[in-house]
């Protein structure tokens, strides 16, 4: 059975950094990652690792945001720097399993940036 657990999220300020964590067990994963929605949005991708060492970004959060992946424990960590208001959203971890194709997701954590 498939379980993603989250870890970080919380209220930070304005510029600050905040980190997010999710441990994928019960299957193989050919990608991991984090996605979001804001209230009023459409979830939107915010970063993906696969496992050939490939990763997607939003340009949204280039040069902001940076993922990371540990394939031994299949954990991914999301690190944001430099936050802004609009970075304000639910995130979702990710996953994709590699025997089926089916996406996964965790339960979310809320991130508020204030200004």
């Known amino acids: 059975q498939v379980q993603l657990v989250e870890l970080g999220g919380g209220l930070v300020q304005l510029g600050g950094p905040l980190r997010l964590a999710c441990a994928a067990t019960g299957s193989t994963f050919s990608s991991l990652g984090w996605y979001r929605q804001a209230p009023g949005k459409q979830r939107e991708l915010v970063a993906t690792f696969h496992s050939g060492g490939t990763t997607n970004n939003a340009d949204s959060v280039k040069g902001r945001f940076t993922i990371s992946r540990d394939n031994a424990q299949n954990t991914v960590h999301l690190q944001m720097n430099s936050l802004k208001p609009e970075d304000t959203a639910v995130y979702y971890c990710?996953?994709?399993?590699?025997?089926?194709?089916?996406?996964?997701w965790g339960q979310g954590t809320q991130v508020t940036v204030s200004s």
């Open positions: 990710n996953a994709v399993s590699m025997w089926s194709g089916r996406d996964f």
